[in-house]
């Protein structure tokens, strides 16, 4: 579908999803009547994906109350072709009525939506509880965008981490339940999985396809979501050294090795140029260093990916992106390959 197509779709979601209720039972969200989209194969919708960026638009409630269309067309005008939408409570008719605002605003700037689930309590204590809340909180989710856009996809679970990565057949389980109560309404709609171990892609191979993936099924995996570390020989990067890029390598041609025996495409859903979160100990040069040989990598291998996150490159009070850190956007979106 061309962005021409995402557009007039968009523009009557804008002028429809005005009348979704906020109150009593959660409505179907009025976007395009259903017999209007065309699914689109994984294939293709992995070579629109391109380069993204993860958002916390609907995770933080200060985020939320700083959310701006202005944003949402800043990050499409720079070069980002989608938005990883992060989420972590529960689909309430306010939270719905927000999240609309969110997808149709990044429908209209043509970016692609992929919309992610925390899903905590889930991955702090996998019991029988949290697994079926994650299923009706996809379940819920999957209804109201029924007839949303085929650009908007479902990133089932962020990062599987805590207790719930040590138990990889409840993981599978899991993934088998919430595919099949998505599919009730949306057969067609891309669905990303990911591993365990922080979606780790060495762990791709433990994955068990749902039976009813529906050959619209991708894989989402991750590596460096908190950036790289001086010190940590897990993550390791100082001045990028033959055994700090293997790190890097190892990890794509594992992806790559489990995309070509399985036939299923992969998505990078998260890396961070710099470790932000942890003391911010590389200097803007070395944040374009380390961003430049990743963004390379993973361009040659053909994957798409998204640079965790947005309030590290963008500042939402002033309206701007924020100009010591261009040079990091820059290397991400544009690399300058031959000097890696």
Known sequence: ???????????????????????????????????????????????????????????????????????????????????????KDDPSPELLKHLDRVITDTLNAGLIPVLAYKAEDFKENPNEKNFQKVVWWWGTVAKHYQNAPPELSFDLIIEVTDALSRQPETLNRLYEA?????????????????????????????????????????AEWHFYAAGPSKTNPKKQWTVGTPAEKALITKKIEAALAWQKETGIYTWVGAWMPGDYNHGNHYSIPEQVQFATFVACQLDAAHIPFAVNSDTKFYDPINKRWIPEMRPVLEAVLRPKCAER
């Open 1 to 87: 579908m061309k962005f021409k197509k995402i557009f007039a779709i968009a523009a009557v979601a804008a002028i429809t999803l005005l009348a979704v209720s906020c109150q009593g039972k959660t409505q179907p969200s009025p976007t395009a009547p259903k017999q209007t989209q065309t699914a689109i194969p994984p294939a293709r919708y992995a070579r629109m994906l391109g380069k993204g960026l993860d958002v916390d638009w609907v995770h933080f409630p200060k985020r939320m109350a700083l959310y701006s269309p202005e944003e949402v067309k800043a990050i499409k005008q720079i070069g980002f072709s989608h938005v990883r939408i992060r989420v």
């Open 178 to 218: 919430a595919v099949a109560e998505i599919r009730k309404t949306n057969p067609t709609r891309i669905i990303f999985i990911s591993p365990r171990r922080r979606s780790d892609p060495e762990l791709l191979h433990e994955l068990r396809i749902p039976s009813q993936a529906n050959g619209y099924l991708m």
